[in-house]
Nanobody, 124 residues
Framework: VQLQASGGGLVQAGGSLRLSCAAS????????LGWFRQAPGKEREFVAA????????YYADSVKGRFTISRDNAKNAVTLQMNSLEFGDTAVYYC??????????????????WGQGTLVTVSS
């Protein structure tokens, strides 16, 4: 599986950005998809995940109510709509996919494919 993320950029606090990740896999609709982020000097952290074959989504508490993860099976793409952005959302965002069995959807170890990352900078 190859993942290509795009859509990062500079935005003022309170603004919105939409990240997109294109995936090359024949089993896209059944694949667990996620977004993680890593801020400077911090560890990579979970942002959101979407379970394959369902609309079940999980979100980090810090983004709940502001971010929405969705998938377009026709385009093999997963998006992260980010609204009401805060300075603390500044980070490199990574899309990820998992073909592994398991239940830890919020753990980076669950994902075996990663995109290259796209930088989101929120100015205060």
């Amino acid at each position: 599986v190859q993942l290509q993320a795009s859509g990062g950029g500079l935005v003022q606090a309170g603004g919105s950005l939409r990240l997109s990740c294109a995936a090359s896999t024949r089993t896209f609709s059944t694949t667990l998809l996620g977004w993680f982020r890593q801020a400077p000097g911090k560890e990579r952290e979970f942002v959101a995940a979407l379970v394959g074959n369902t609309n079940i989504a999980y979100y980090a508490d810090s983004v709940k109510g502001r971010f929405t993860i969705s998938r377009d099976n026709a385009k093999n793409a997963v998006t992260l709509q980010m609204n009401s952005l805060e300075f603390g959302d500044t980070a490199v965002y990574y899309c990820a996919a998992s073909t592994l069995r398991g239940t830890r959807t919020q753990s980076a170890e669950r994902y075996n494919y990663w995109g290259q990352g796209t930088l989101v900078t929120v100015s205060s």
